[in-house]
């Protein structure tokens, strides 16, 4: 078995050439094609439980490892801005969906991203459910007026430091990821699934790419140039069918309300909360999410909570 890849049996560990990366993906089922987005710190294989009810439910499944991370790979000064990692999920439904629009789940910096590919490439979509993360301009708009919000957001801060948060991690042997899931979600208890995660990031340059998606979110200097007039176009508005889903421990739910003007009226903008979850809320409760992915995908929805 190769590094970084687990044995598992409800999907298959594939390959595909996208841009200038080297990317695995999971690839289980048939039927109109779902594409799950994982975020930070995490990886393809916390989308286990919604693979498994997907294929039965009777769609395809298509998860990758985003350029970062193991076995996902990388030249040697690949970018790690917004604008590459959309231009990524554009080649990969263009190469394994044959250009169609797909279903889009994205979670934390899945999310970010799939809000990305939303705003500037609105035909590859037929509709999205994003997890855990508004809008990254409410984001920006809550985090200029709100101190409560900053000190939640502390590691994008932290992580504009050069060389130093790489260290720390590395030095700690994962630990300071670890702290990461616990203060996000308290009560997740699937120390295994972490274990392998940071044990993933801990290899090659898993920690300095990741941290650098959070430099390029920032700092020019780490984002693509020649990506300039895609990444210009990330912020449009939304009018591709959105739902968002967020746990109701996850202080980042106080922004969802605040960002219904970043959508137009053909979006059917809408947010619920899922009890009993944080952060990593399609983990924590698998059988709530799945079941909000299975309606809104299959076109029944509900109005907004109260």
Request: proline letters at 6%; one cysteine or more; a positive charge.
């Amino acid at each position: 078995m190769q590094a970084g890849l687990k044995s598992i049996d409800y999907a298959r560990h594939e390959f595909i050439d996208v841009n200038d990366a080297r990317y695995c993906y999971l690839d289980a089922g048939s039927g109109p094609m779902v594409l799950l987005v994982h975020g930070y710190p995490d990886n393809a294989y916390s989308w286990e439980h919604q693979i498994r009810f997907l294929t039965n439910a009777g769609y395809r499944t298509v998860v990758p490892f985003t350029r970062g991370y193991s076995p996902t790979t990388t030249r040697p000064g690949a970018y790690f801005d917004r604008a590459t990692l959309v231009s990524d999920l554009v080649a990969i439904i263009d190469q394994l969906n044959e250009g169609k629009a797909v279903y889009l789940v994205g979670q934390d910096w899945g999310a970010a991203i799939s809000y990305g590919l939303l705003g500037a490439c609105p035909d590859k979509v037929r509709k999205a459910m994003l997890l855990a993360v508004p809008h990254p301009v409410e984001i920006n708009r809550t985090l200029r007026r709100s101190p409560r919000h900053c000190i939640r957001s502390f590691h994008w801060f932290a992580f504009q430091l050069p060389w130093l948060p790489e260290r720390l991690i590395r030095w700690s042997r994962g630990g300071f990821l670890r702290f990461l899931w616990r203060i996000w979600s308290p009560h997740f208890t699937d120390h295994q699934h972490v274990a392998q995660v940071v044990q993933a990031m801990l290899r090659g340059r898993g920690i300095e790419d990741t941290l650098a998606y959070y430099r390029a979110a920032i700092q020019r200097s780490f984002r693509d140039p020649g990506l300039a007039q895609l990444f210009h176009r990330l912020n449009d508005p939304i009018r591709v069918p959105t739902r968002i889903l967020c746990g109701h421990q996850d202080m980042r739910k106080e922004m969802l309300p605040r960002a219904q003007d970043l959508f137009e009226p053909g979006a059917q903008y809408q947010w619920k909360l899922i009890e009993n979850a944080g952060h990593f809320l399609h983990r924590e409760q698998p059988d709530l999410v799945n079941a909000e992915i299975a309606r809104w995908i299959g076109g029944s929805s509900e109005g907004n909570p109260d």
